[in-house]
């Protein structure tokens, strides 16, 4: 399997106060086609900041991210930005739908903005058809202010998927949800991933954890211990399994 991401000694130092906060630590990782990892660990460890550093919306402060084999820090900002919009899909807990348009409207947002092609009108069967499949096309002309958490969130997901991405990067995705909802989402997320997207997601909670197929626990900036879900065991067990190995860890 060809690797989408990979890191090399990745460090991300803030300054506040004039004092160095490390909260990468030499991140050294590998994610390869069609895999689904989950990265989980204790508030403040770093997963935010993980994510924000091998996506390119943040900037590492040393060592490298190889995105397609590409060094993202090496792009120009131009290019930065339409591997970002055209490649990649992003799906965060605090998801910035703009209040005047649509639902429809908000997950076209990303594919009316690239220049990839297809007409308007394809873009919107797209859009469409993906919400049908994740079953909110009803709701395709309400305000975002009109929907459910659950809704609003798979709203998010078909934004994230309208430009085709070859890698999906989630920040709790499903944090805000009740449990019905969160499986519900997973459901899709799983499918996605069966279709061929790779996805990068951080999670607190080990039952969504259960469901990828490698699970990373970052503590302190580092990666303490990396988890391979087995793909052949039923849910309750790797759920079981998952969470074994959590406790040993400290959980
Ligand atoms: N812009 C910033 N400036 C200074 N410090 C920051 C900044 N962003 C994050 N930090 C610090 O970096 C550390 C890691 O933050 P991060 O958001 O990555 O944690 P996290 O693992 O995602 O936590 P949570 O589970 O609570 O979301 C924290 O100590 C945080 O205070
Ligand atoms: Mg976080």
Not at 198 to 224: E, F, P
Request: proline share 2%; charged share 30%.
């Amino acid at each position: 399997m060809a690797t989408v991401i990979e890191t090399k000694d990745l460090c991300k130092t803030y300054v506040v106060d004039k004092r160095q906060i490390n909260v990468l630590k030499n991140i050294n990782l590998k994610v390869d086609e069609g895999e689904m990892v989950a990265i989980m660990g204790p508030s403040g460890s770093g997963k935010s900041t993980l994510l924000y550093s091998i996506s390119g919306m943040d900037q590492a402060t040393s060592g490298k991210v190889l995105f397609d084999g590409e060094d993202i820090s090496k792009m120009k900002s131009t290019d930065l930005a339409e591997t970002r919009l055209d490649k990649m899909g992003f799906i965060f807990q605090q998801m910035y739908m703009m209040k005047n348009l649509t639902i429809l409207d908000n997950i076209l947002l990303p594919a009316i903005e690239s220049r990839k092609g297809g007409s308007r009108a394809d873009k919107i069967k797209k859009g469409e058809d993906l919400m049908r499949k994740l079953g909110i096309i009803e709701v395709a002309d309400n305000d975002i202010n009109e929907v459910s958490g659950g809704q609003l969130q798979r709203a998010c997901i078909c934004r994230s998927m309208i430009n085709s991405p070859k890698i999906l990067f989630a920040d709790e995705p499903t944090g805000a949800l009740n449990r019905t909802s969160s499986n519900e989402v997973m459901d899709e997320l799983v499918k996605l991933n069966k279709e061929g997207t790779t996805i990068m997601m951080v999670t607190h909670d080990s039952k969504v954890a259960s469901r990828c197929t490698r699970v990373l626990y970052i503590v302190d900036g580092n990666i303490r211990g990396e988890f391979v879900n087995d793909e052949n065991s039923g849910e309750k067990d790797r759920e079981r399994r998952l969470n074994n190995w959590l406790m040993d860890l400290g959980w």
